[in-house]
């Protein structure tokens, strides 16, 4: 039974990071698009490119992840938390996808694992160690100060650069600004791909240890290997109704203003990732810049109601998938005994 747990993760794990970089282009690819930096088809191309060199490297991350997110349970017992948390963050994601709504991986994946953890402790199992500080440091504080910061420093940066092109033809402005942000395409998806890519290995990581298929002292090539080819083919494939969101119904959006949300956006994410090894959600980051920059603006640009619901869904993420996980945790955990 341990094996067969453990080849259900490595599934959902596959679905998990696939869905991960469906819905995440559109963090690299809307504004591009949006702005006619680049075409649909260039801008797919470049995110999954960085997104496959990203999650590539962030495989020397993820062993230092796994260590201090969470601490499983050891055992079958460990794999049916896995199983759980990943199943609600995948259906979520669908959800979320379905509707058009940016939200992010990381959250929805910490909620599960946590309401997972509840269930485990109430059918008598051993609970999940270190879920709380998960929960302050990779959920609350990411929800509230990641988009906080992105928002501020986006609408600020617009001054300047407006500034700095005062006396520039509009055609000069908006050709330069695509460039950039051609390049802030790429940046972005590059630190997504680094971000984001960790999760899952440190989610298979966990699984070979619960499973005692290994010791956590290396990183199997395997699962550096698999995220990146799973997180890329999802980039690839492009989640068009979320790229459709962010691009024509949150904000209105000029190229300048579009290179300078896509700039700032990259830069907080590879800090966080590279200097300060925190996990913090793209799609959270993009998204405020994105409003943060275009709301700078002398007539109104922001449509409320579509706003309104994007920051309701970041709200209910991990609590719709901590629920979730419980009753799938509570419905799974009979196969420990067969």
């Known amino acids: 039974?341990?094996?067969?747990?453990?080849?259900?993760?490595?599934?959902?794990?596959?679905?998990?990071?696939?869905?991960?970089?469906?819905?995440?282009?559109?963090?690299?690819v809307a504004l591009a698009v949006r702005t006619r930096a680049l075409t649909p088809t260039v801008a797919v191309l470049l995110a999954g490119f960085f997104n496959f060199i990203g999650a590539g490297l962030s495989a020397a991350l993820a062993l230092a992840v796994s260590r201090t997110w969470v601490q499983l349970p050891p055992g079958e017992n460990g794999l049916v938390i896995l199983v759980a948390g990943l199943v609600s963050a995948v259906l979520w994601g669908i959800y979320t996808w379905w509707r058009g709504i940016p939200s992010s991986s990381t959250h929805a994946l910490v909620g599960g694992l946590a309401g997972a953890g509840v269930a485990s402790v109430a059918v008598g199992g051993n609970p999940v160690g270190g879920v709380d500080t998960s929960l302050l440091f990779q959920v609350a504080l990411p929800l509230l100060l990641s988009?906080?910061?992105?928002f501020v420093g986006a609408y600020l940066l617009v001054w300047p650069a407006t500034w700095a092109a005062r006396y520039t033809p509009p055609n000069v402005v908006n050709s330069r600004a695509r460039s950039a942000q051609s390049i802030a395409g790429g940046a972005v998806a590059f630190a997504h791909g680094l971000q984001d890519g960790q999760r899952t290995s440190a989610v298979l990581i966990l699984a070979l240890l619960a499973s005692g298929l290994s010791d956590g002292g290396e990183l199997p090539v395997w699962v550096a290997l698999f995220t990146a080819v799973l997180l890329t083919a999802g980039t690839?494939?492009?989640?068009?109704?979320?790229?459709?969101?962010?691009?024509?119904?949150?904000?209105?959006?000029?190229p300048l203003r579009g290179s300078v949300a896509?700039?700032?956006?990259?830069?907080?994410?590879?800090?966080?990732?590279?200097?300060?090894?925190?996990?913090?959600?793209?799609?959270?980051?993009?998204t405020s810049a994105v409003l943060g920059s275009g709301s700078n603006q002398r007539f109104?640009?922001?449509?409320?109601?579509?706003?309104?619901?994007v920051l309701l869904f970041w709200v209910l993420t991990p609590l719709a998938t901590a629920a979730v996980a419980f009753v799938l945790a509570l419905s799974v955990s009979p196969l420990k005994d067969l």
């Open 1 to 28: 039974m341990t094996i067969f747990l453990f080849a259900l993760v490595v599934v959902f794990a596959g679905a998990f990071a696939f869905l991960n970089g469906f819905r995440d282009a559109s963090a690299s």
């Open 147 to 150: 988009p906080l910061i992105a």
């Open 236 to 254: 690839l494939a492009g989640g068009w109704r979320i790229s459709y969101t962010m691009g024509y119904r949150l904000i209105r959006m000029d």
């Open 262 to 286: 896509q700039l700032f956006s990259s830069a907080i994410l590879l800090v966080g990732a590279i200097g300060l090894h925190w996990p913090i959600s793209t799609t959270h980051t993009v």
């Open 300 to 309: 109104p640009a922001t449509n409320r109601k579509v706003v309104i619901r």
